[in-house]
């Protein structure tokens, strides 16, 4: 029993590592982070959107991100907001994997506002 809970911590513990590191981010904005070990967030844009372009710009970068098949993650809406949301759940994930999931966000980010405009 003892390693479930274990397992549980490790990804309460880097769920709270990612909502951390989008916090420090002020391309990203952390939208839901709780008692699980799901993190919801978001890229900011450029501060010149509607929400609406807002939303549409978060599917795209979804898209571009999953394209990119370096991390995987998933979407929800919350609040209106579309919403990246990783959701660490395996016990191999590693503090590395965890730290790469904003950089690669944000190169992403990076790739979609050269082809889409927003």
Not at 29 to 46: D, I, K, P
């Amino acid at each position: 029993m003892n390693a479930f809970r274990d397992s549980i911590r490790k990804d309460l513990e880097q769920a709270r590592r990612l909502a951390d590191a989008i916090e420090k981010e002020r391309q990203l904005e952390l939208v839901a982070f709780g008692e699980l070990s799901a993190v919801c967030f978001r890229h900011r844009g450029n501060g010149q959107q509607t929400e609406e372009e807002l939303n549409r710009f978060n599917a795209t970068l979804l898209t571009r991100i999953t394209k990119r098949g370096r991390i995987y993650l998933s979407n929800a809406s919350l609040r209106g907001k579309f919403c990246l949301r990783a959701c660490i759940v395996n016990h191999r994930t590693t503090d590395a994997d965890v730290d790469s999931v904003v950089p690669e966000v944000l190169a992403a980010a990076a790739e979609a506002d050269r082809w889409l405009i927003i």
